[in-house]
């Protein structure tokens, strides 16, 4: 006698906290209006993927600008690391900074807004993963081949189906282009050895996370991080002919 799981709801009669009423539930409302209007909810979450990826396109699009301003500075940031290469008194790090903080006002440069990716990519995640969560008809649909609600782990393991190695693989080499792009330029050295250790840890982090998440979430995942991919090619083209 339970309900159907398209309308059962994803929402309790009790205050669930400002996380879940301002970002969960309205996003699981999404992805099932969608869904219901496609009749996939497979689609549906793909659809609800890119739409919120368009909405937060100006901000996202700012982190990709930086990269390309961070490229056309870099002679001027390279001369400067040589210029204070083995100086680390107190007046030459001082002077140095300086120089740096006038060369970023030169070519517009922001070194706060090159982190806007991670602070919207990460709560984006979870927002998804729990609004997911929340909609069982998810749980029961199969899309491409992927049952929604089956993390890789356990239909590799424990069903035996080996497409779910697909689906792992492509959720590592979204996330590895998708941190390649977004890198940029580098100041130093040293910035450029910890940013390339940091992207490492998240591709590693994500390949283990890829076994133990639905495929619900590693389809968003996959689809998002293309989305990142193809924005950043298009503003590469983009700053590519304004300098031609």
Sequence with gaps: NLSVCKNMPIKSN????????????????????????????????????????????????????????????QPKLTKLEKKYENKTDQESLMRKSQEMMMIYKEYDIKPMSGCLFSFIQIPLFFAFYEAISRIPAIFEETFIGFQLGTSPYVALFKQGKLIYILLIVLVIVATYFSFKLNSGATMSKEQEDQMKMMSNMMIVFMAITAFTISSGIAIYWIISNLFTIIQNLIVRRGAKNARN
């Design 14 to 73: 009790t205050y669930q906290g400002l996380w879940a009423t301002i970002f969960v539930q309205p996003l699981a409302w999404l992805i099932i209006k969608i869904g219901n209007l496609v009749k996939s909810y497979g689609l549906g979450l793909i659809l609800c993927t890119i739409l919120i990826r368009l909405i937060a396109y100006p901000f996202t699009k700012k982190t990709a600008m930086q990269s390309e301003k961070l490229k056309k500075a």
